[in-house]
């Protein structure tokens, strides 16, 4: 069975070492502080994700104001093509 790149044997002889060289009573303290480092980072990612959320609601707000301010309908003038031509035949005669 193989763990990422390690397998079971060597995942074993490294905690032995660390078991050597840090000693029993070190080791609960140890995991202790990669706990809570673990916590603060995980912590400080969430309120990194909750700022930028944060921040991007209002923008998406304004976004949708602005819309519906410009799809109100305004008044406008339609003129036909008839309309057109028959204009420019009326200049073209009395020119």
Known sequence: MRIGPLGIWEILIILVVILLIFGPRRLPEMAKGIGQSVREFRKGIRD???????????KKATVVEAKTQTSQPQASVHVSPAETTTETKEEVKSA
């Open 48 to 58: 990194m994700k909750d700022e930028i959320t944060s921040d991007d609601e209002p």
